[in-house]
């Protein structure tokens, strides 16, 4: 007996180490393209760069910094301020020496999830299938002046020694050009477009109250970051307010709620919105597409994407926002996308991109 | 018998004539102004208790002395009351005249408004003495408006110490010196006149380099004339076949400028606000 149990134990405890072996190891070589793509991400996500680089095909080209620099993003950009959270992979073609994985990123921000979708190349290597890491071009920006005239509007307020009647600068004149209330998705949204008229600069909120059939307020909401909050003068920003959960049957009117206010503001950097063209991404989704121009001499680091889409009359249909996980570094393309719609995409004649910047470095 | 009333009577007359002559008498003057000295005879003695508009004042005299008040002490215009109590009980009202415009409270509105517009910047000044006392009497009040040294006066005579003008904005942009004076007094508002919208918005090819075209409007100005502020938005549009490219410069040195994708045929179109400039057509690539 007493020898039979120790025959038992014996092969538990081989048993035991040949499971930890096997499952332990997170470097073990891929058996399939997925795999591949699952284990680098996997140890991307816990932070083993040197795991997660093993399975990374020695002909991508790309050294190991490059690598981590593409995952965790460079010149404190969104990305950089980012989790990597979640990795879905289907293989779209495998033959037996190499695959093309689809690949849907998912990241966590402060502004939110993020996503991204990669078509991976995986090819097998040395009998263990690895990634092709398409390397991202750094970009290096060659030394040389940018002369830029700064313009930034400052602003006296009345002191606690002024008597009375001296009056405090006004703030300025902006007005709600547009409003335009649908459903959507479940959700009551309400959007539009809102101008600065004024010659300075304008800090603006613009906000909505819904009123039932009753004539009782509902609910309240304001245009968090779907909208430009400075304006600067004569400029034109989108603002979008979402009511989740609420039918516009049961709503019997939009009460609007702004707020402008005079605030000191510097009218760099200029951003060129290059090349929009609507089209499809590799998902098959509807996107606006485009490049960003920084055309100011100092690094952007969030740029923030506003797409206004109107239909052929003019009306603002829908309003979407895109945050680039990579900055702008002065004079160097970068390409955004901007989702859009796939059922109002037949209806949109024309569009507007602005673009709100946030720099680490820079005093506004 | 008779003689005896009548020499007690003429005791008793005697007697309240001397009680009388003892009694503290007022006089207090009827012209008395803010700020300065006031002097109020009295005789007998006790004390003076004056009350006026948030303030009262003790003071206590003997044998027929004036009672004296210091100028600073007397701030309040308005009506007060004197108040006698000693060898007899006295009260007296009388009023309290400001004094001289000393200090103005002037209130001008906007603090922006678009050039030449008529009757659309407002003045009001109200006319104090040294202790904030409101002069309600007619006071010459002037009031000028420039900007850049060229600009307008008027003279209106207060009406209960408030003095107002409507004013139009001047033709020329700028920030408009708004002075309202009285008697050397003045106080100074600055009302920032503003270029209208944009007026014959042109712009031209400046150059291209490094695969862009830039393109640089003229100087910009409104229909009067004046420079649009620098920090305005002026858009301008790109299309062609690779799609829409948009810049949205800002006025800077009164011109805006921007770089856009150099392309082999492409119509560029500039606006400013609900102003469209003028268009291009570019092609060839450098």
Same mark, same amino acid.
Not at chain 1, 247 to 273: C, E, F, Q, Y
Not at chain 2, 33 to 58: N, R
Not at chain 2, 61 to 72: A, D, L, P, R, Y
């Given at each position: 007996?007493?020898?039979?149990?120790?025959?038992?134990?014996?092969?538990?405890?081989?048993?035991?180490?040949?499971?930890?072996?096997?499952?332990?190891?997170?470097?073990?070589?891929?058996?399939?393209?997925?795999?591949?793509?699952?284990?680098?991400?996997?140890?991307?996500?816990?932070?083993?760069?040197?795991?997660?680089?093993?399975?990374?095909?020695?002909?991508?080209?790309?050294?190991?910094?490059?690598?981590?620099?593409?995952?965790?993003?460079?010149?404190?950009?969104?990305?950089?301020?980012?989790?990597?959270?979640?990795?879905?992979?289907?293989?779209?073609?495998?033959?037996?020496?190499?695959?093309?994985?689809?690949?849907?990123?998912?990241?966590?921000?402060?502004?939110?999830?993020?996503?991204?979708?990669?078509?991976?190349?995986?090819?097998?290597?040395?009998?263990?299938?690895?990634?092709?890491?398409?390397?991202?071009?750094?970009?290096?920006?060659?030394?040389?002046?940018?002369?830029?005239?700064?313009?930034?509007?400052?602003?006296?307020?009345?002191?606690?020694?002024?008597?009375?009647?001296?009056?405090?600068?006004?703030?300025?004149?902006?007005?709600?050009?547009?409003?335009?209330?649908?459903?959507?998705?479940?959700?009551?949204?309400?959007?539009?477009?809102?101008?600065?008229?004024?010659?300075?600069?304008?800090?603006?909120?613009?906000?909505?109250?819904?009123?039932?059939?009753?004539?009782?307020?509902?609910?309240?909401?304001?245009?968090?970051?779907?909208?430009?909050?400075?304006?600067?003068?004569?400029?034109?920003?989108?603002?979008?307010?979402?009511?989740?959960?609420?039918?516009?049957?049961?709503?019997?009117?939009?009460?609007?709620?702004?707020?402008?206010?005079?605030?000191?503001?510097?009218?760099?950097?200029?951003?060129?919105?290059?090349?929009?063209?609507?089209?499809?991404?590799?998902?098959?989704?509807?996107?606006?597409?485009?490049?960003?121009?920084?055309?100011?001499?100092?690094?952007?680091?969030?740029?923030?994407?506003?797409?206004?889409?109107?239909?052929?009359?003019?009306?603002?249909?829908?309003?979407?926002?895109?945050?680039?996980?990579?900055?702008?570094?002065?004079?160097?393309?970068?390409?955004?996308?901007?989702?859009?719609?796939?059922?109002?995409?037949?209806?949109?004649?024309?569009?507007?991109?602005?673009?709100?910047?946030?720099?680490?470095?820079?005093?506004? | 018998?008779?003689?005896?009333?009548?020499?007690?009577?003429?005791?008793?007359?005697?007697?309240?004539?001397?009680?009388?002559?003892?009694?503290?008498?007022?006089?207090?003057?009827?012209?008395?102004?803010?700020?300065?000295?006031?002097?109020?005879?009295?005789?007998?003695?006790?004390?003076?208790?004056?009350?006026?508009?948030?303030?009262?004042?003790?003071?206590?005299?003997?044998?027929?002395?004036?009672?004296?008040?210091?100028?600073?002490?007397?701030?309040?215009?308005?009506?007060?009351?004197?108040?006698?109590?000693?060898?007899?009980?006295?009260?007296?009202?009388?009023?309290?005249?400001?004094?001289?415009?000393?200090?103005?409270?002037?209130?001008?509105?906007?603090?922006?408004?678009?050039?030449?517009?008529?009757?659309?910047?407002?003045?009001?000044?109200?006319?104090?003495?040294?202790?904030?006392?409101?002069?309600?009497?007619?006071?010459?009040?002037?009031?000028?408006? !420039?900007?850049?040294? +060229? &600009?307008?006066?008027?003279? $209106? %005579? =207060?009406? @209960? #110490? *408030?003095?107002?003008?409507?004013?139009? !904005?001047?033709?020329? +942009? &700028?920030?408009?010196?708004? $002075? %309202? =004076?009285? @008697? #050397? *007094?003045?106080?100074?508002?600055?009302?920032?006149?503003?270029? +209208?919208?944009?007026?014959?918005?042109?712009?031209?090819?400046? #150059?291209?380099?490094?695969?862009?075209?830039?393109?640089?409007?003229?100087?910009?100005?409104?229909?009067?004339?004046?420079?649009?502020?620098?920090?305005?938005?002026?858009?301008?549009?790109?299309?062609?076949?690779?799609?829409?490219?948009?810049?949205?410069?800002?006025?800077?040195?009164?011109?805006?400028?921007?770089?856009?994708?150099?392309?082999?045929?492409?119509?560029?179109?500039?606006?400013?606000?609900?102003?469209?400039?003028?268009?291009?057509?570019?092609?060839?690539?450098?």
């Amino acid at each position: 007996m007493g020898r039979t149990l120790a025959l038992i134990f014996a092969i538990l405890t081989v048993a035991l180490i040949a499971v930890g072996t096997v499952h332990g190891s997170k470097t073990a070589p891929a058996s399939t393209p997925e795999g591949a793509v699952q284990s680098m991400f996997a140890n991307a996500k816990g932070h083993d760069w040197n795991g997660a680089y093993s399975y990374v095909a020695p002909s991508s080209n790309v050294d190991q910094g490059g690598f981590i620099r593409d995952l965790t993003g460079r010149n404190g950009s969104l990305r950089t301020y980012s989790q990597l959270d979640s990795v879905n992979t289907r293989v779209l073609h495998e033959s037996e020496n190499e695959a093309t994985v689809r690949t849907e990123i998912k990241y966590a921000t402060a502004v939110g999830a993020t996503f991204e979708t990669r078509d991976l190349k995986v090819v097998k290597d040395d009998g263990a299938w690895k990634v092709q890491w398409p390397a991202e071009k750094e970009v290096n920006v060659p030394p040389q002046v940018i002369p830029v005239n700064y313009l930034r509007w400052d602003i006296v307020w009345r002191g606690p020694g002024d008597d009375w009647g001296a009056q405090n600068v006004e703030n300025p004149n902006c007005r709600i050009l547009s409003m335009n209330a649908v459903e959507r998705d479940g959700a009551l949204i309400v959007m539009g477009e809102v101008v600065n008229e004024d010659t300075v600069p304008a800090f603006i909120t613009v906000g909505a109250v819904l009123t039932d059939n009753a004539g009782k307020d509902v609910a309240e909401e304001s245009s968090f970051d779907k909208i430009s909050h400075v304006l600067l003068p004569k400029e034109v920003s989108p603002y979008r307010i979402d009511f989740p959960g609420i039918k516009k049957s049961d709503v019997k009117s939009v009460r609007m709620t702004h707020n402008w206010m005079l605030v000191p503001a510097s009218a760099d950097p200029v951003i060129g919105v290059l090349h929009q063209r609507i089209e499809k991404d590799i998902t098959g989704r509807t996107v606006l597409k485009g490049e960003l121009l920084n055309e100011s001499g100092q690094t952007v680091n969030i740029p923030h994407v506003l797409a206004t889409f109107y239909d052929n009359a003019g009306k603002v249909i829908w309003v979407s926002d895109a945050y680039s996980d990579h900055a702008l570094l002065p004079q160097t393309p970068q390409p955004f996308s901007v989702a859009l719609r796939d059922d109002l995409a037949a209806n949109v004649h024309t569009y507007r991109v602005t673009v709100n910047d946030y720099s680490l470095h820079r005093e506004n | 018998m008779r003689k005896l009333i009548f020499v007690v009577l003429a005791i008793a007359v005697c007697w309240f004539a001397a009680d009388c002559a003892r009694a503290a008498e007022l006089r207090v003057p009827q012209d008395a102004v803010a700020g300065q000295p006031l002097s109020i005879a009295t005789s007998g003695s006790g004390t003076v208790y004056l009350i006026g508009p948030g303030q009262v004042i003790k003071r206590s005299f003997k044998s027929g002395g004036n009672v004296e008040i210091k100028g600073e002490e007397l701030r309040g215009a308005g009506r007060w009351i004197v108040v006698l109590r000693g060898d007899g009980h006295q009260s007296q009202a009388f009023w309290v005249k400001p004094g001289k415009p000393e200090k103005l409270n002037f209130l001008a509105r906007p603090s922006r408004v678009p050039v030449a517009r008529p009757n659309v910047i407002s003045g009001v000044t109200f006319v104090f003495d040294r202790y904030q006392n409101l002069i309600l009497g007619p006071t010459p009040v002037n009031f000028n408006l !420039s900007v850049g040294g +060229a &600009g307008s006066s008027k003279s $209106v %005579t =207060s009406h @209960d #110490g *408030v003095a107002w003008i409507n004013s139009s !904005s001047a033709p020329k +942009a &700028g920030a408009a010196q708004f $002075v %309202t =004076s009285v @008697d #050397g *007094v003045e106080v100074r508002r600055v009302v920032q006149q503003v270029a +209208a919208d944009p007026c014959n918005l042109r712009m031209h090819v400046a #150059g291209r380099a490094n695969n862009m075209v830039v393109v640089e409007t003229d100087p910009i100005r409104d229909c009067s004339g004046n420079a649009v502020p620098d920090g305005t938005i002026v858009t301008f549009i790109q299309t062609d076949k690779s799609g829409k490219s948009t810049v949205d410069a800002r006025i800077k040195k009164g011109t805006a400028r921007a770089e856009l994708p150099a392309s082999d045929n492409a119509t560029i179109t500039v606006a400013a606000g609900v102003v469209l400039g003028n268009e291009l057509h570019v092609g060839g690539k450098p």
